[in-house]
């Protein structure tokens, strides 16, 4: 979780957006891409490159910093013709939802795009995950369990 | 000291193919694909990212098939993989309190806020074989009771707090201590060799990579009096969890993505000193996937190499970080083990020689003249 609190309400919404994105398959912003009645041209500005990220946790869930082990990641920076760069940091190692990511964090930076993307893109990516969330939620919940203990405290 | 041997090229290459023959198994058996492994076998798949020390189920999964099933032939290829991957960065630490939880109970409170939740736990099977398993034919969707009833939800999607959190309200657990060195990054022992004493980040990314069956192994010794921690399971919770980063290039933080994660927080008898009041004492277990056994072993094994700092005679194999610590990593335990496989000839004859020339030493002159 971020732990810099990030007042920017320009950052926040970039922040929200680029954790859609990330957590969406390749699939689901490939068919968003092909979607789209207008696609922007960009050039790579960083290609596309898998590496790691070494996951930390914390002692006791709340104490010091160490190291717990690597996932595989992947990240890509697109730039469009008038200069806007667009971001992709994605686990996994595909390489198209990387640079889909990205693409799509340049046109939600553009005023011309925002509003069409944050709709057609953005909101039914959050609303899907949303729903698949709840469903596993209420499975989950489905498991509750009231424990009793036939011998009884002090009370 | 073994030396290289020459030749064997052709037979080497047969050999080859006959493992792969061997991993192939009947070839008018279909053969598994790597998204069947990482769907159908899930457990294997964790313990080998865990172990791996690489998350990544398709990674994973295509090792297990490459390996025949060996799980730490497995964990070896992932390693190896690992090392051809350069290091983006480091997440930010994980929230285990924010998890999406799958399971989650406590053995030390039967009423905890957010509730006891069993999830997917095959705990209170009667581990009888299943033979509808067995006729794939049966896996007819009708037969199956894999259909996951689905509970009116809570009105709103709450974090979860942590048991130890509420002991640690009323000040009954020790503190985890956080500010001294939180400018500092912890210790990483994929960049640097171990050394020792180990801080305690050094030792739970040991423990988080290492063998499963050696740290249950240590864990029961623990539990059988190699140790003297009484362990209390306070929480056990898996689920998911949000990876965030803080790219350079953006300076706030961002999700990545989502990891399965099992957490478990062990409750240990008291420790106090002239200046700390007695107090329950922790063991951490954080581990890839959902794997219990290990995640409890690690906690358990955790409080165990703390004893010298809670001021406990600490004399126990189990307590003993430099024994633990060398000890568990199964890819350098395998392969010191296995090099015995490599040609000795030389140290061998050396050794054939001497015991020859002491045996002639020993063996009375008339039973040599006897032969």
Known sequence: ?155 | MYVAVKGGERAIEASHRLLEAERRGDPAVPELSTRQVSEQLPRAVDRVMAEGSLYDRELAALAIRQAAGDLVEAIFLLRAYRTTLPRLGNSEPVDTARMLVRRRISATFKDVPGGQILGPTPDYTHRLLDFRLADVSATDPAQRDDTVQRDRLPPREEPMPRVMDLLGREGLVEEETTAADEGQPPADITREPLRFPAGRDARLQVLARGDEGFLLALGYASQRGFSNTHPFAGEIRYGVVAVSIVPEELGFAIDIGEIELTEVQMVNQFAGSDTAPPQFTRGYGLVFGHQERKAMSMALVDRSLRGRELGEAADSPTEDEEFVLYHSDNVEASGFVQHLKLPHYVDFQSELELLRRLRSEFDPPSAQAAE
């Open chain 1, 1 to 155: 979780m971020p732990e810099a609190t990030e007042t920017d309400p320009r950052s926040e919404a970039r922040q929200r957006w680029m954790g859609v994105l990330a957590r969406a398959g390749t699939d689901a912003l490939e068919a968003a891409w092909t979607g789209l009645a207008v696609r922007p041209g960009y050039r790579m500005l960083r290609p596309p490159e898998t590496g790691l990220v070494m996951v930390r946790g914390r002692t006791g869930g709340i104490g010091r910093h160490f190291n717990l082990g690597e996932m595989s990641a992947t990240r890509c920076a697109v730039q469009f013709e008038d200069g806007v760069i667009g971001i992709g940091y994605v686990a996994g190692r595909s390489a198209r939802h990387a640079e889909l990511a990205a693409a799509f964090d340049a046109m939600l930076q553009c005023d011309a795009w925002r509003e069409e993307v944050e709709e057609t893109v953005i909101a039914p990516l959050a609303q899907a995950e949303r729903e698949r969330r709840d469903a596993e939620r209420a499975g989950t919940e489905s498991s509750r369990v009231e424990f009793f203990t036939m011998v009884r405290g002090e009370d």
